[in-house]
């Protein structure tokens, strides 16, 4: 197309040149969840508080919902495939848990 004139409708705009050269950061994000056995919901929130992952996550969040269920999510940024090895929360002692431990990966569209 030249200078002046419009994209015809319902066709996309190519990329600028800019655009196409640029990297894209990808991120995946490592969702761990655990259900605490009867009683011992705030043990297994301390137990995942104090948890370390060697390298650290860009950003890690941990949530507590009524059952005493425990959420940790952690963001990598760089991995681009789900499959990528990352650190991740180890199971708990089966005597914290009333279930095995959940996990999900996510990776950011």
């Given at each position: ?50 948890r ?47 279930r ?10």
């Amino acid at each position: 197309m030249t200078a002046g004139t419009q994209q015809p409708p319902g066709r996309p705009r190519p990329p600028a040149a800019d655009e196409a050269e640029r990297t894209t950061v990808v991120t995946i994000a490592l969702m761990w969840e655990a259900k605490a056995a009867d009683g011992l919901g705030e043990e297994l929130l301390r137990w995942a508080r104090e948890r370390r992952l060697t390298p650290e996550p860009a950003r890690r969040e941990t949530f507590a919902a009524p059952g005493g269920r425990v959420l940790v999510i952690t963001w990598w940024e760089g991995a681009d495939d789900l499959d990528a090895e990352l650190p991740e929360l180890p199971s708990p002692d089966s005597a914290l848990i009333a279930r095995p431990v959940h996990r999900w990966r996510f990776r950011q569209v």
